[in-house]
């Protein structure tokens, strides 16, 4: 597994960005997939997770109603809708495999996941 995130960049208050999160491996579809967040000075944090087949996500309250995880297996990309963003979604986003079993105290786990991609910078300006 090889992720590569992309899609970051500067936006306004209340403006959307859509992230993206390629794996070239071929074992993409069988993995758990998340996307956390690191804000300057503080702790990588979960934002939201989708099981291998795209039929469960789990998100954080800080995002829910305004993100929507999703899942391409035949791409082997996963995404992070994001909508009326907020400064203080201003982070380095990051996106993560973990196999096994899909359950919120689980994906919520940073310790969980196996593999990460490099992150990508959202910033968010009031």
């Known amino acids: 597994v090889q992720l590569q995130a992309s899609g970051g960049g500067l936006v306004q208050a209340g403006g959307s960005l859509r992230l993206s999160c390629a794996d070239s491996?071929?074992?993409?579809?069988?993995?758990?997939m998340g996307w956390f967040r690191q804000a300057p000075g503080k702790a990588r944090e979960f934002v939201a997770a989708?099981?291998?087949?795209?039929?469960?996500?789990y998100y954080a309250d800080s995002v829910k109603g305004r993100f929507t995880i999703s899942r391409d297996n035949d791409k082997n990309t996963v995404y992070v809708q994001m909508n009326s963003l907020k400064p203080e979604d201003t982070a380095v986003y990051y996106c993560?495999?973990?196999?096994?079993?899909?359950?919120?105290?689980?994906?919520?786990?940073?310790?969980?996941?196996?593999?990460w991609g490099q992150g990508t910078q959202v910033t968010v300006s009031s």
């Open positions: 491996g071929r074992t993409f579809s069988t993995y758990v």
């Open positions: 989708i099981n291998w087949s795209g039929g469960r996500t």
């Open positions: 993560a495999a973990a196999s096994g079993s899909f359950w919120r105290a689980k994906v919520e786990n940073i310790a969980e996941y196996d593999y």
